[in-house]
């Protein structure tokens, strides 16, 4: 059955995603995006600069490498921080418990990894339920299965820096993300889950071989291994099951349609529109099709000057996909504050709503993108403005005697 807008959880359709990343970069370098960007020691004035744009949602994350810095030893003194800013501007918050991230003596690989990740799990829910016994605790356990056993597993780019290991990397994962969904659920079973993983669309070349079709088509139903073990619709050993899904995320960025033989994006925006981009309304509705749960838009930003248009071509998908009758509960501007390469942190994307402003000392300033804000702006109208249209009733055949 379809779950209306109205069962949604959430306190706002458009969230503000702050970038928490806190992964070993390709160098071998940790990073901690919360205090990059600033958001650790600005996020009063953060949260207040979401109120004109009626932001009430936003995503955060713990930073598991900074919580767990001896195995079984949680410090939650930087989440009790946040929860007490939330708390004082009324801000909702969705948590990722990891977010590319673990400590220094973990990786996916290793045979304790799944153990101290749901011991993670059970302490976060005690910490977390010890302050706020009654509120809705919306939890991701693990952003992007599918992205981190890519990087981490085939191309070197965190840990465990491997090739060709992809596989391997995303089963070590997933045993954790299901265990520590079991392990937060016997505590608290009203928890919410939040899966977040890239919504992408992979075709073959133009005039292609027939194996190019078949890999092409391996490839794009790949994406959704992740949640297909966490169903236990895959790797049932693994211990998934169908009631772990519950709010599906899909993170949906400019360059997550390309083809094969070569590899090769599809552009989104050009000047003569390429007909093999396919909207992001179909492709939720396909994947919403697989699923059948309510779902988000969990990231979604593009650099650069293109911002406004990028928003306004979100709010019209987004519209489509409501009209249309899909139970899209929201779309998350991520990031909602600019943030650097992960492995060049010289290089800012100039991707959020809000740029920001170097200095020498301090964390950076804030500088609204105000064409960016517009777009925005016009997205929303769309989406308030979108209705479910009636299905249209069958005639009844009339039969001939």
């Not at 953060?46 to 930073?63: Q, S, W």
């Not at 070569?262 to 050009?270: A, E, K, L, S, T």
């Not at 406004?308 to 519209?319: H, T, Y």
């Not at 991707?351 to 517009?374: C, F, I, Q, T, V």
Request: proline residues 8%.
């Amino acid at each position: 059955m379809t779950q209306l807008l109205t069962d949604s959880p959430f306190r706002s359709f458009w969230w503000g995603g702050y970038e928490c990343t806190d992964q070993l970069n390709a160098f071998g370098h940790r990073v901690d995006f919360l205090n990059i960007t600033g958001h650790l020691q600005l996020i009063d004035q953060d949260y207040a600069d979401l109120g004109p744009f009626n932001i009430r949602t936003v995503r955060e994350g713990i930073r598991w490498a900074q919580i767990e810095k001896t195995p079984y030893q949680y410090d939650w003194s930087t989440v009790q921080v946040m929860l007490d800013a939330g708390q004082r501007a009324g801000i909702q918050q969705v948590w990722d418990l990891c977010h590319f991230g673990y400590p220094d003596d973990l990786t996916p690989l290793h045979p304790m990894f799944a153990r101290r990740f749901a011991a993670l799990c059970r302490a976060f829910v005690h910490f977390y339920r010890a302050q706020r016994p009654d509120e809705t605790l919306i939890v991701t356990p693990i952003n992007e299965v599918s992205f981190m056993s890519w990087l981490g597993g085939d191309v070197r780019g965190t840990s465990p820096y491997c090739v060709g290991q992809g596989w391997e990397v995303k089963l070590g994962l997933m045993r954790a993300y299901i265990e520590g969904s079991w392990a937060m659920r016997e505590i608290d079973p009203g928890i919410r889950f939040l899966s977040t993983e890239p919504l992408i669309n992979i075709l073959a070349p133009p005039n292609p071989w027939e194996s190019h079709r078949r890999e092409a088509k391996r490839a794009h139903i790949n994406q959704f291994q992740s949640v297909d073990i966490l169903a236990g619709r895959l790797c049932p050993e693994l211990g998934g099951h169908e009631s772990l899904l519950d709010i599906m995320g899909f993170n949906f960025y400019y360059d997550n349609q390309w083809h094969l033989h070569p590899h090769r994006h599809i552009g989104w925006n050009d000047p003569v529109p390429d007909p093999r981009w396919t909207p992001l309304s179909e492709l939720l509705a396909q994947a919403h099709k697989r699923y059948k749960r309510p779902f988000v838009v969990t990231e979604t930003s593009h650099p650069g000057v293109d911002r406004p248009i990028w928003w306004r071509m979100i709010g019209r998908e987004c519209a489509q996909a409501i009209s249309a009758g899909l139970p899209l509960w929201g779309a998350c501007l991520y990031p909602i504050i600019d943030r650097p390469d992960w492995d060049h942190l010289d290089q800012w994307h100039r991707s959020g709503l809000w740029d920001a402003g170097l200095r020498p000392d301090g964390p950076p300033y804030r500088h609204l993108h105000e064409p960016a804000a517009e777009g925005l702006r016009e997205a929303q109208a769309l989406v308030a403005a979108a209705k479910p249209q009636p299905k249209p009733q069958r005639q009844p055949r009339l039969v001939l005697q």
